[in-house]
């Protein structure tokens, strides 16, 4: 079955530490993305890739790296600079990088990251 | 600015009682609309998306919502409440052509046997 993989499912940082979250789509879709969920809060986007070798800051950027190296791989690592890092992350994927009429985003199952 | 807002938190019904989940909208243009549902530590599912035409879309889990371009609103609502229906329903506005997609905070959803 087609869909995206996200793993670990729960993650624990130490201060200081860099720790790198996957996610994995086997569905063709060009358009990745990475957003994080805080309770009463919604979704924020970080970072969004249309295509392989590209990415883009979205809103909350700043303490978080990826890569696109491959059109169905877009890890995230959560970096020492990001003050706040406990919250669930979400990926998701789309067919094509803009909202169209035929659009919608397909999410994985999260990733819990806890700071110890 | 494009926004979207969910003014319920938390809503409790009972089972078999109808719901409405109320999201009002900023944007522009005529948006592309969404629901998705989101069960504890998972990832969101979509129920249905409103692009044109007729404002009344049906979803998936016997879901229905109302475009009202008067009203900027694009309501959820179900006519029987389902025990496995208790989570956490989240409204999302696409802003056309670009990569934007704009969620509410949510309004989380406990259905009392």
């Known amino acids: 079955d087609g869909g995206i993989t996200q793993s670990p499912k729960y993650l624990f940082r130490k201060e200081g530490q860099n720790v790198t979250l996957s996610c994995e789509q086997n569905?063709?879709?060009?358009?990745m993305y990475w957003y994080r969920q805080d309770p009463g809060q919604g979704l924020r986007l970080i970072y969004y890739s249309q295509i392989v070798n590209d990415f883009q800051k979205g809103d909350i950027a700043e303490g978080y790296s990826v890569s696109r190296e491959k059109k169905e791989s877009f890890p995230l690592t959560v970096t020492s600079a990001q003050k706040n890092p406990t919250a669930f992350y979400l990926c998701a994927s789309s067919f094509t990088p803009t909202a169209t009429r035929n659009e919608k985003l397909f999410f994985g199952s999260g990733t819990q990251l806890s700071v110890l | 600015a494009q926004s979207v807002t969910q003014p319920d938190i938390h809503i409790t019904v009972s089972e078999g009682a109808s719901l409405e989940l109320r999201c009002n909208y900023s944007y522009g243009a005529t948006p592309y609309l969404f629901w998705y549902v989101q069960s504890p530590g998972q990832g969101l599912q979509l129920l249905l998306k409103y692009f044109s035409g007729d404002t009344l879309v049906q979803g998936i889990k016997g879901f229905e919502a109302e475009f009202k371009r008067s009203q900027s609103s694009f309501n959820l609502r179900k006519p029987s409440v389902h025990w496995s229906d208790a989570a956490e329903y989240f409204c999302?506005?696409?802003?056309?052509?670009?990569?934007?997609?704009?969620f509410g905070t949510g309004t989380r959803l406990k259905v009392l046997a």
């Open positions: 569905l063709n879709h060009d358009a």
């Open positions: 999302a506005v696409g802003a056309s052509g670009t990569y934007k997609y704009i």
